[in-house]
């Protein structure tokens, strides 16, 4: 991995910029920068080669344009945030967002964004909601992260499954990506409150796996109430749905029939509590335990998996990795967002804070490591 563009390599965004290509440069003007660094050959007016502006907010001529995301609705949570509390750039004592406890955990009396930029190079602004630069994050699924990362479409590419369980074991570039893992889903079973209400408290892997077939379709078969099934589901190219497929039928690819399929997770959880017969797989930051969307245990081996007890635990098979992509190398700027992600407070707040497991101490260091500040001086 090159981890500054200015080191030298010609990567595949800055080429794309130099050569002037049409389609390229209008997706790029569109996104708000392709997420590299000024090349610093950048003329002397402040254009690139392709044409479009610079933004030099006083870092030494690093990019300050705008650090776009797109993807997973499970992975959403956790960047959103992340990009909120940056973007508000809060002074150190704002007890909501910067508690003075984080500031002098870290030892600074700095703004956010700014003390978590300045280790790569960025000046602080020391204004509120002026950070550095700005974070946007869009909301999709993870198929369109995954794409629009490799597309040079965005920066970075939110994912809740692999690159490799969406595009295919053997798809071309897919040594390219640099996969950057901020949390991980402990991805639980829910289901109507009325299910739950009528005493359902779990149910077996074999159950969930004919409910999902259409070969289970009382809820009586399965220990509830005499009544209907209403599968529910995310949409064919969600990672929620990907990893589903992986994770109980052993293959991401493997046809499963839900009665209706949902694009995101925030329309399943509102289509859960709405009915009064359903069942869905679900983000953890979607459970509402006493709301619409109360888990079940689910039963394997022998062994009862339950919200808020193991859904964390290491042999449990619908736990999965939640990814912000990079492609070909990850940038300054990105790199300084994902640090901010993978930083203790960035655990705790963004992704322990929407319901999510925080990457145990070793992973946390090995994902720590790809985004250095100390390989972008």
């Keep these: 991995m090159a981890p500054d563009p200015e080191a030298g390599r010609l990567s595949r965004r800055k080429f794309i910029a130099t050569t002037g290509a049409a389609g390229a440069a209008a997706v790029a ?53 992340a990009s909120s509390y940056w973007n508000s750039n809060p002074e150190a004592g704002d007890e909501d967002y910067w508690p003075q406890e984080w500031a002098d955990e870290y030892g600074t009396d700095m703004r956010l964004a700014d003390f978590f930029a300045q280790d790569y190079g960025y000046e602080e602004t020391g204004d509120r909601s002026v950070p550095p630069f700005r974070v946007s994050i869009a909301l999709s699924h993870s198929g369109t992260g995954i794409e629009g990362v490799m597309e040079d479409r965005v920066d970075i590419g939110d994912a809740s499954s692999s690159a490799a369980s969406e595009l295919g074991e053997d798809a071309e570039g897919l040594d390219d990506f640099v996969d950057h893992v901020v949390g991980v889903d402990g991805q639980p079973i829910v289901v109507s409150p009325e299910i739950a209400d009528a005493g359902l408290e779990s149910i077996t892997i074999d159950e969930l796996r004919g409910i999902y077939k259409g070969e289970i379709t009382n809820w009586n078969e399965v220990g509830g109430p005499d009544r209907e099934i209403l599968a529910l589901g995310r949409a064919e190219g969600s990672g929620t749905d990907t990893a589903f497929r ?25 289509a859960v509590g709405q009915a009064n017969n359903a069942i869905a797989y679900i983000a953890l930051a979607f459970v509402e335990e006493d709301g619409g969307t109360p888990p079940i245990g689910l039963e394997i081996d022998g062994t009862l998996y339950e919200y808020g007890k193991n859904l964390g635990a290491q042999d449990y098979p619908l736990s999965r990795d939640l990814h912000a992509y990079t492609y070909e190398d ?12 993978l930083s203790d407070f960035g655990q705790v707040i963004f992704v322990a804070g929407n319901n999510y497991f925080k990457l145990p101490s ?16």
């Design 29 to 81: 003007g569109c996104s708000g920068g392709s997420g590299t660094d000024t090349p610093a050959d950048d003329d002397s007016d402040g254009s690139d080669d392709s044409g479009s502006q610079s933004t030099d907010s006083g870092s030494g001529g690093l990019d300050t344009s705008v650090l776009t995301g797109d993807g997973s609705s499970t992975v959403f949570p956790i960047t959103n945030t």
């Design 330 to 341: 990850t940038s300054r700027k990105e790199a300084a967002f994902i640090n901010f992600c």
């Design 362 to 377: 070793d992973r946390l260091e090995a994902q720590r490591e790809k985004v250095a500040a100390s390989k972008y001086e």
């Design 246 to 270: 992986n994770n109980v039928y052993g293959d991401p690819e493997e046809p499963i029939s839900p009665d209706q399929r949902f694009g995101q997770n925030q329309q399943l959880q509102q």
